[in-house]
C-alpha cells in the first residue's frame, strides 16, 4: 500500500494568549476551508514520532495570522511545546480546481520545452511574489524564471509532466 503523502496549509509559528490558541501563517490558497472549526489537519513536528491529528475548535484572523484553537487543547501549555510545527492535510482533502490552476506538488518535476522544442529542464520550485506565480526551472542554460503569464506559458500537460513555453525576450 502506498504512504499518505501530505501537503502544507500552515506553519504553527507562536502561542496566542492562554487558551490554547496559536497563531498560524498560511500556505494554502483556501485558508477559509482548511482551518474552519471542524476540520481536520495533521501537526508535524520534530518531537513527534507520527503525524498528531488535531481538529480545528476556533478560528479568526489576526493581522496577517490566523488563530487557531483545537479540541482537547485549552491551555498555553499543552500547545506551546508544538511551536515551530507544519499543518498538513492529507492527499485525499485536496480541493478540484479550476480548469488553468494546478498544485504546486502536480508542477515540481514537469520538463519544460519551448515552443521551437528547445528543452529547458525541469521546474524545481513555484515563487509567489505577487501578481503572478513564477516557476523556477533548472536545466542545461542554469536557472530560468518564467512567468506564469498567457504571453510565456503556452500549455501544461500534468499527466504528462510537460510544459510548453514561449521565451520571451529578457527571459534568458
Given at each position: 500500500m502506498p504512504e499518505k503523502r501530505y501537503y502544507n496549509v500552515g506553519k504553527l509559528v507562536n502561542t496566542q494568549g492562554l487558551r490554547g490558541e496559536v497563531r498560524v501563517i498560511s500556505t494554502t490558497d483556501f485558508p477559509d476551508e482548511r482551518f474552519e472549526k471542524g476540520k481536520e489537519l495533521y501537526l508535524f513536528h520534530p518531537t513527534l514520532a507520527q503525524p498528531l491529528l488535531l481538529k480545528v475548535a476556533t478560528r479568526r484572523q489576526q493581522k496577517d495570522f490566523e488563530i487557531l484553537s483545537f479540541e482537547?487543547?485549552?491551555?498555553?501549555?499543552?500547545?506551546?511545546?508544538?511551536?515551530g510545527g507544519e499543518l498538513k492535510i492529507s492527499e485525499d482533502e485536496l480541493l478540484e480546481l479550476e480548469e488553468d490552476e494546478f498544485y504546486i506538488h502536480q508542477l515540481v518535476g514537469c520538463e519544460v520545452v519551448t515552443d521551437t522544442g528547445e528543452e529547458l529542464g525541469k521546474i524545481v520550485d513555484v515563487l509567489q511574489p505577487g501578481a503572478?506565480?513564477?516557476?523556477?526551472?533548472?536545466?542545461?542554460?542554469?536557472?530560468?524564471?518564467?512567468?506564469?503569464?498567457?504571453?510565456c506559458i503556452k500549455e501544461v500537460d500534468i499527466a504528462g509532466k510537460r510544459v510548453v513555453c514561449h521565451l520571451m525576450e529578457g527571459l534568458l
Open positions: 482537547g487543547y485549552s491551555s498555553i501549555n499543552d500547545v506551546e511545546k508544538y511551536k503572478n506565480d513564477v516557476w523556477v526551472v533548472k536545466g542545461k542554460r542554469g536557472e530560468i524564471l518564467l512567468p506564469y503569464i498567457d504571453d
